[in-house]
């Protein structure tokens, strides 16, 4: 209990005022992703099993590597947050704005970091709901780094020139 506190949760702030519903969202989001079931069409599936097994390999590496990259972003981006890290996009009272290691990459290395294990599960599996469950968390993920970055921009007054040097999720692109 002293740790939701320590967030930023109260009984208070369930009125939403702390983006403590977009927390609820997300939880929601990503419990959904890892529940769905596997949906390749059926092309796909005659296709993989006429496929060079370098192939195969080839994108059972690529999803390796999407999902070391996002565990390197996940735990990184917990690492240089320290005692900023909260859950609520609403930042912290005695937080400070972290521009260093993996925020040096991205504005949100630990969304980015989402995103990329549910596309590197999707390419693994071969699976279109999965596909679709990442663009999902893509999208949900931009809108509460919108969100976020409102309440950053009025809290730490150098917000803008990050935000200018560095992107918002996927690193040299968006």
């Given at each position: 209990?002293?740790?939701?506190?320590?967030?930023?949760?109260?009984?208070?702030?369930?009125?939403?005022?702390?983006?403590?519903?977009?927390?609820?969202?997300?939880?929601?989001?990503?419990?959904?992703?890892?529940?769905?079931?596997?949906?390749?069409?059926?092309?796909?599936?005659?296709?993989?099993?006429?496929?060079?097994?370098?192939?195969?390999?080839?994108i059972w590496t690529t999803a390796a590597a999407l999902l070391l990259g996002a565990a390197i972003l996940l735990i990184k981006g917990l690492v240089d947050l320290g005692q900023s890290l909260t859950p609520l996009p609403h930042p912290r009272a005695d937080g400070q704005l972290v521009q260093t290691g993996s925020y040096g990459w991205v504005r949100h290395p630990l969304y980015s970091g989402i995103i990329l294990a549910a596309l590197g599960i999707a390419i693994g599996r071969l699976s279109l709901s999965h596909l679709v469950g990442a663009l999902t968390l893509l999208l949900f993920f931009d809108l509460k780094a919108r969100r976020e970055e409102l309440w950053l921009s009025e809290k730490y007054p150098d917000y803008g020139d990050y935000r200018q040097r560095v992107k918002k999720l996927i690193p040299w692109l968006y």
């Open positions: 209990m002293r740790q939701l506190t320590s967030w930023g949760f109260s009984a208070e702030s369930w009125k939403g005022g702390r983006g403590e519903y977009w927390v609820v969202a997300q939880a929601g989001l990503m419990m959904g992703f890892l529940l769905l079931p596997a949906s390749r069409p059926l092309f796909v599936t005659q296709m993989i099993s006429q496929l060079p097994s370098w192939v195969v390999y080839g």
